[in-house]
């Protein structure tokens, strides 16, 4: 029945044809419904179609008789149209389900998935920010990119019609999930959890759903939003997930509360609800059994995974090579190609020899064999002797030249080609310029001329100038326009020189390898003709045939029939572009009925898409094939398609004995390709072959599970005169058994000869020898590998059934890509991806390849769609297969890497995914499931006694590991120490002797002093707050005063005010007037635990703690008396308080851990005279000195270098308050500079802002004049393991600027000891040691060379001060360690801390912190204090101050910051360190611990696109480097991770804000 508007297609307007064209490729795609199709096709050709007319009659019957299935997915199977439903009345299913037939895939997709369904567990689904991924409207509107099926683009066919299958699958109880039940009374929050997809059930449908399941089997899913009422504050469909079924819940229960934190207290949050899903989710069964691991004193091992005995082996006897029949000698084969052109062209030129289609398909220009042979002698002739000059030819015979010619060109590509050959020298085809390893392949072949039309040449990008841009990786080239206005005629005298066909090379053919590199297969005249002779035999190809050519005919079978063996037979070839199948589906078929061809050359993709547009045309005939040569005849989905095919277009004269399949690969040419049958002859049987026996690479035909079966068709026998063996994949060439799958080898005159210029990879691959099973060769003759793989069945028949590039080694079982991607697609996609697109790559992680999938999403998909689409797929390759996918990533519409015929760039997409390039918009990792590799969790040993372990160290010949610094007593101070006891009396003794000295300088962010204090004014202003304090405050001796000053000399004279008055100082930071309401809390809480009495403070910040704003973060009424500093009466002291006894209390030092806890600890006196005269003594401080401070001055060391040591030793400090390098970053640097200063000291913010911030200034530093040549010490202030990369890069960025290597170095201190570490001015330099993570893991210290895997660079903090001794220590039994182990860094000092200051004064807690005994071999029963870090000491060669050899302290890192996972202690820097450097987007990294899950949360500062690219280089480099498996990933925005003054991470806050949901991710993925 003609169509009017089908009929006259080709009247319409051109656009209009072309969305019609892209039309019928998203239907062949599987990209529309059958329906959608219809009414966008008809809304399309509305306005051409006569009125009366209406839509086609037969498509409104056939969509009358297609009546909705209640309760199922809206159908997708496409209905036929009437002209092909004569001939499948017996199937529902129409042209498309056809078109894939389903050979097992369906419906072992369909029981797979069933199967699951009863184990069906609510796996968490990722939140997303709203804004991240929204496509910007320009995208939105760009049609999608139709170009892009997949290169064998039978779209994989293997088996898609799935969808009736699936759908009755999801008839059971799941479907009532799947359709959001419109009708039903459950709360709307429930409802909108089990929306997917459109609400189309109705309550009548769901009745007949629920007749047909059981449905007292499961409850309803339960909520698990943050609230059980329907309000939920983000939009629900955003972050709820996917609907599961949580057996034995009732539907009222809400999920949080069944679940408490780690502390006991329940948390009603979204997050930690999915935490609790995925732990659900975790605790399924993993598949494979844990390898065992032997845990060796050292190093674990991993144990050789035992095979599974049930496993099948083969046990065929060793195959022997199959030959081929002998190549036919034939009289007039000419001896060599170029002599069959010459005989055709001169005896044969009116004779046509190609034809060429414009973009519409029709034929737009024939060359006839006289043309060419004409052009290609001019073109020859131009390229020997018009380049250059005579003496200086530029081409010489043998030279490789680059031929670029766009597709759609295959005339101006031919005469190139033959123009070459005619010059001899030696063509390379390559695809359109641009890509970096195509330019691989030019360096490779030494190419320096590239032959081109004029219109391309055209289209190449310029330089400014005109000149062809230089293409990144490409050598230099000079391009040469072949067209023939710019040729020279040759004289009458001149004739190519062509001789017989030898060994010299002809042609190189590109490939791309699996990793991407571009190779060139050298090809031999004498092959290229003997292939052509083969091919000749094989095809029964005889004068003057037409065949049809649908390929690329620059390289593989599409070349070899269509331009070489064309030319041997005096074929006419019709090339049908890619281009014009694009817009033209049927335009091969239509060019086979007009030229009544004989044969075409085709791929599943071609078949496919005929197919789908066969409506068009009614009146096409196939008859006159005797060939339909299936180019790739090896694919895993060719059978469906040539089936479908056949059934379809058999009405239309095709003989099932014209389909062909073959076999090709660049190396070794045509393998194997199927001869035209006999009319009438049974056609070859199938192979059934089971799935399990191919990934041991056997043979087994497949009758036990009919779910997990591969059918393959033959690809015919061996080529004429060739020979075939199979040979294993892996290791030496050795003959496979029969009944065993291998690499398939050929060995004949037609193939490759070599890779060029490669010649260690060419050895491997063209001149292999097979061995037997006793490894001694079998026959002398070289095979070639194909890179196929696949065996010899009955009858000699060949049997492809993947691709050696496609090869996945999983645990020793082999999977094959193609496969994989047909059990994706297999599972119902129309709404979520593009079927065409999908790559399948390994990617080695944790010493085994792991399954990658990554598919084109498209834009309308909905978050649910996607994540269930992916879950599914995930169970579907798991059942299968039997094999894990690692990570599932959708990437948006048209964004992954295309080769240039429109498939996927697996390689590209590869390195991509590795690079964190690839952008995904939808991510899923499945670590735990599949890796099954790692270490069995550490058992801790039942204890050693303290003593034993002692014993074992003296056996051992290990010293107990302590080290000390000099030691006081031998000291000589001045009398200053016997005359002063109180830091008060000597800043009275400064005031009198050297009233004018100036002791502290304090300048603003321009670099300029703005306050000064001497001796004096320091000691006036003191008594003058003293005063205050007695008068104003009514205070007594031994209150406690809170001062709250910016870093500035204010604060140094209050704090020597409260001692003038005998009150207890305590210095708290200032609360910030931009976020008062984070830290206006902790200020409050330090003024409650400390029980002050009084707030000295400035107007400014008095003001502030009254202020409105303050009063909506605390209760602003209860402050206790605050008295500001600002104007002080002149009013003189009566009498300055003295302490009765050293030991009284000095002052409070209070600060938040980095685990969030508020400790405040209690400083004697003695303790601070004693702290300052071991600084004094190890930096040789006097008061000609002058030191630069930029710390903060409220704890720690910070504290004492800003406002005590200067009153003691009497040098000048220079005060620079870090907040003002925000706004001149030069500061500190430039005033150490200036001040020519030999000390300064500093915190890890300060040196990672001027890193960071200078790094690329240090020519404008130098401009400047800032020299750093006089710093002798350089210190950084901190309380944890030294940060060597940062103060590295610090030393080495600066020394341009003088600054010394030697000079930066670190302190240590911890709560109980402020300072114990500090390098000083005397003593070795610091030194640095690598030691081996695994061992630190297990709290042991291996040390190992520079540049060991798994080794980190650990530096000594400084030298041990004056005075202190340490002493490492295991945490549980508290005996003393020997060198070199890990363990808690115990301290005694005349600086200790006197104890915890803590509102109960809790003594338990004192007791054990400060006051603590060795368990075991202190017979002086020393007192010490446990610093709650892990570190060692070792013996260095060194020599010390005091003669002795130098013993080193290392600090690891803070005890209570430590993760306990799997048996092993981890720190957190050491995991944040490795995910830091996976990408240059991760700003900053944190970690950390929730019921037993490993929370890695980044900050990116790169555009949100880049989210989700961190997820898997996360899970990758900590499963890599510290075998863990990530639970939780967490993006967020940089600024996030709260760090606390001294630059450290504040990792609890962080959790606690995670698990209360206020960090606001852009995405949060829950690896399964």
């Known amino acids: 029945m003609a169509e009017p508007a089908a009929a006259g297609v080709s009247s319409l307007p051109r656009e209009v044809r072309e969305q019609l064209a892209e039309l019928e490729l998203e239907l062949s795609e599987g990209d529309i419904t059958q329906k959608g199709y219809e009414k966008k096709r008809a809304k399309l050709l509305a306005p051409y179609v006569p009125q009366t007319q209406g839509v086609d009659p037969a498509l409104q019957k056939e969509s009358r008789t297609q009546m909705p299935v209640p309760s199922a997915t809206p159908t997708s199977a496409s209905s036929s149209s009437s002209s092909s439903s004569k001939f499948h009345r017996a199937r529902s299913g129409g042209a498309r389900d056809e078109r894939y037939r389903s050979d097992i895939h369906t419906e072992a997709v369909q029981a797979a998935l069933a199967k699951h369904k009863e184990q069906k567990m609510a796996l968490p689904m990722p939140t997303k920010r709203r804004s991240t991924f929204v496509q910007s409207p320009a995208d939105a509107c760009t049609p999608p990119d139709t170009s892009s099926a997949s290169e064998d683009e039978g779209s994989l066919r293997r088996q898609a019609a799935l969808s009736a299958a699936l759908h009755q699958s999801l008839q059971n109880a799941e479907s009532w999930i799947n359709r959001s039940i419109q009708g039903s009374s459950t709360s709307s929050s429930a409802s909108s959890t089990l929306s997917h997809g459109e609400g189309k059930g109705t309550s ?173 002698l001019k073109l020859a002739y131009t390229l020997l002797n018009k380049l250059g000059t005579k003496n200086e030819p530029v081409l010489k015979p043998g030279d490789r030249v680059a031929l670029v010619y766009p597709n759609n060109d295959p005339v101006m590509f031919m005469v190139a080609f033959y123009g070459c050959l005619l010059a001899e020298v030696i063509p390379v ?15 490779s072949c030494g190419i320096a001329l590239a032959l081109t039309t004029e219109v391309c040449l055209k289209g190449l990008p310029k330089t400014q100038n005109g000149e062809i841009v230089q293409f990144k990786g490409w050598p230099r080239l000079k391009w040469v326009v072949t067209d023939s206005k710019y040729l020279s005629k ?260 037609a193939g490759g000869m070599m890779y060029y210029g490669l010649a260690g990879v060419t050895k491997n691959t063209f001149e292999v020898i097979p061995v037997n099973s006793a490894g001694s060769p079998v026959g002398d003759v070289p095979f070639v590998r194909s890179g196929l793989l696949g065996f010899v069945g009955p009858g000699s028949l060949v049997f492809v059934v993947g691709k050696m590039d496609g090869l996945l080694t999983v645990s020793g079982r082999r999977h094959n890509a193609d496969d994989i991607v047909a059990t994706g697609l297999a599972v119902e996609s129309i709404k979520t991806v593009y079927r065409g697109r999908i790559a399948v790559f390994s990617v080695s992680v944790f010493y085994d390849e792991r399954i990658v999938v990554v598919a084109e999403q498209r834009p309308d998909a909905s978050e649910e769609d996607s994540f269930q689409w992916m879950s599914r797929v995930l169970q579907a390759i798991d059942s299968i297969h039997q094999v894990g996918v690692y990570c599932l990533a959708l990437v948006p519409a048209n964004t992954l890497p295309k080769t240039p015929l429109g498939g996927i760039h697996i390689s590209q997409t590869k ?326 200063i030999r000390d300064t000291f500093c915190s890890y913010s300060v040196m990672e802002l001027c890193t960071k911030g200078l790094g690329n200034q240090v020519e404008m530093l130098k401009a400047r004049g800032i020299n750093l040549s006089c710093v002798r010490t350089c210190v950084v202030v901190a309380e944890e393991r030294p940060r060597v990369s940062l103060t590295h890069s610090f030393s080495k960025l600066f020394k341009d600027i003088g600054l010394s290597p030697r000079a930066v170095s670190t302190t240590f201190g911890s709560r109980v000891n402020v300072a114990i570490c500090l390098q000083g001015t005397s003593g070795p330099d610091p030194t640095t040691v690598y030691v081996d993570l695994k061992s630190l893991r297990h709290d042991r210290v291996r040390l190992v060379e520079r540049g060991a895997p798994q080794s980190l660079l650990l530096s000594e903090s400084g030298k041990i001060l004056p005075g202190v001794k340490v002493v490492i220590v295991n945490p549980e039994t508290k005996g003393p360690l020997g060198d070199s182990h890990l363990g808690e860094i115990w301290v005694n000092s005349p600086h200790t801390a006197s104890g915890y200051y803590t509102i109960y004064d809790n003594e338990t807690l004192q007791a054990d912190h400060f006051n603590t005994r060795l368990s075991f071999g202190d017979a002086a029963q020393t007192l010490w204090a446990r610093t709650g870090y892990l570190g060692f000491v070792r013996r260095t060669e060194l020599t010390a101050a005091s003669g002795e050899r130098h013993d080193a302290l290392y600090v690891v890192g803070a005890l209570d910051e430590t993760l306990e996972l799997r048996g092993l202690r981890y720190h957190p820097i050491d995991i944040e360190t490795s995910v830091s450097r996976t990408h240059r987007s991760i700003a900053e990294c944190a970690v950390f611990t929730w019921t037993n899950l490993l929370v890695v949360v980044v900050e990116l500062c790169g555009c949100e696109q880049e989210a989700l690219d961190l997820v898997p280089l996360v899970t990758n480099v900590v499963l890599e480097e510290h075998y863990l498996i990530v639970g939780v990933v967490v993006v967020v925005d940089p600024g996030v991770i709260p760090i606390n003054s001294r630059g450290e991470k504040q990792r609890m806050h962080l959790r606690d804000s995670f698990l209360a949901d206020q960090l606001d991710p852009i995405y949060v993925a829950y690896n399964m």
């Open 204 to 376: 009548g449908s769901l009745a007949d759903v629920f007749a047909n399941t059981r449905i007292e089997n499961f409850s309803v899913p339960p909520d698990v939003t943050a609230t059980t009422s329907s309000s939920s504050a983000r939009p629900a469909a955003i972050d709820l997930p996917p609907s599961g079924i949580v057996k034995g819940m009732h539907k009222g229960s809400n999920r949080s509360s069944l679940m408490d934190t780690a502390d006991g207290v329940p948390v009603s949050s979204r997050v930690s609800t999915k935490i609790q899903q995925l732990l659900n989710t975790l605790k399924r069964p993993k598949r494979p059994p844990l390898k065992e691991f032997f845990v060796d004193d050292f190093e674990e091992i991993v144990e050789v995974p035992q095979p599974d005995p049930n496993q099948p082996k083969p046990e065929g006897r060793q195959m022997t090579p199959v030959k081929g029949e002998p190549l036919g000698v034939v009289c007039n084969w000419p001896p060599a190609l170029e002599a069959a052109l010459q005989r055709w062209g001169t005896t044969q030129a009116k004779c046509p020899c190609l034809t060429a289609l414009d973009v519409t398909g029709k034929p737009v220009y024939t060359l006839t064999y006289g043309k060419l042979w004409s052009r290609s």
């Open 429 to 443: 085809p390559i695809e359109d310029a641009g890509g970096q390893q195509i330019g691989f392949l030019l360096g």
């Open 911 to 1236: 390195q991509h995914f590795l690079e964190g390039s690839l952008h995904p918009c939808n991510i899923l990792m499945c670590p735990h499931t599949c890796v099954t590799n790692l270490p069995k969790p550490r058992q801790k040993q039942p204890g050693v006694g303290p003593a034993s372990v002692m014993v074992g160290n003296l056996v051992a010949g290990k010293r107990i590991a302590q080290a000390s610094g000099r030691d006081l007593g031998q000291i000589e101070d001045n009398d200053l120490v016997k005359k002063h006891q109180f830091l008060t009396e000597v800043l009275q003794w400064r005031a009198q002797a050297t009233p004018d000295h100036p002791l502290f300088l304090l300048l603003n962010a321009k670099g300029t002093t703005v306050c000064t204090a001497t001796c004096l004014q320091l000691h006036k202003k003191a008594e003058r707050i003293a005063s205050v304090l007695c008068d104003k405050g009514h205070l007594n001796a031994g209150d406690n005063v809170v001062l709250l000053y910016p870093p500035g000399i204010e604060l140094i004279t209050a704090f020597y005010g409260c001692l003038y008055a005998g009150c207890i100082p305590v210095t708290v930071r200032p609360p910030h007037a931009q976020s008062l309401a984070a830290t206006l809390p902790t200020v409050r809480m330090i003024v409650e635990v400390s029980k002050a009495a009084c707030i000295l403070t400035t107007q400014t910040l008095m003001r502030l703690l009254k202020s409105r704003e303050a009063a909506a973060a605390v209760d602003v009424k209860t402050w206790p008396t605050i008295i500001d500093t600002d104007d002080l009466p002149r009013k003189r002291l009566s009498q300055i308080y003295k302490p009765p006894t050293p030991e009284m209390l000095a002052y409070l030092d209070f600060s938040v851990s980095t685990t969030g806890m508020l400790t405040g600890v209690k400083m004697s006196h003695a303790a601070v005279s004693g702290l300052c005269r071991a600084i004094k003594l190890q930096c040789e401080l006097y008061s000609s000195r002058q030191i630069a401070i930029c710390l903060d001055p409220y704890c720690g060391l910070g504290f004492v270098l800003w406002c005590l040591c200067s009153v003691y030793s009497g040098h000048q400090s220079i005060l620079i308050p870090p907040m003002e390098l925000e706004s001149n970053l030069f500061l500190w640097l430039s005033t150490v500079s200036q001040y020519k």
């Open 490 to 749: 040759s004289p009458k005298d001149w004739q190519p020189n062509i001789s017989a066909a030898g060994t010299e090379p002809a042609y190189i053919e590109y490939k791309t390898s699996k990793e991407g590199s571009v190779m060139g297969v050298t090809v031999s005249r004498i092959a290229m003709l003997s292939h052509c002779q083969a091919l000749s035999q094989a095809c029964n190809y005889s004068e003057g045939e037409t065949i049809v050519n649908v390929l690329d005919f620059k390289k593989d079978a599409g070349l070899w029939h269509g331009i070489l063996t064309n030319v041997m037979n005096k074929l006419h070839t019709v090339s049908v572009p890619y281009s014009v199948m694009k817009t033209c589906p049927l335009s091969w078929v239509q060019r086979v009925h007009a030229h009544k061809a004989k044969v075409a050359l085709v791929k599943c993709r071609d078949l496919h898409w005929a197919m789908m547009a066969h409506r068009d045309q009614r009146d096409v005939s196939l008859s006159s094939l005797r060939m339909l040569i299936v180019t790739d005849g090896a694919n895993p989905w060719s059978v469906s398609s040539c089936d479908a095919f056949l059934s379809l277009f058999q009405s239309h004269g095709l003989k099932p004995e014209a389909i062909c399949p073959c076999a090709t690969s660049p190396e070794a040419m045509t393998i194997a390709i199927r001869r035209p049958g006999v009319p009438g002859a049974p056609l070859p049987g199938r192979a059934i072959l089971s799935m399990n026996g191919l990934s041991f690479g056997v043979i087994r035909v497949n009758t036990e599970d009919k779910n997990s079966a591969l059918t393959v068709q033959d690809v015919g026998h061996v080529m004429p005169g060739g020979m075939m063996c199979i040979v294993k994949p892996d290791g030496p060439p050795q003959l496979c058994k029969t009944d065993e799958i291998g690499e398939i080898c050929v060995s004949s005159r």
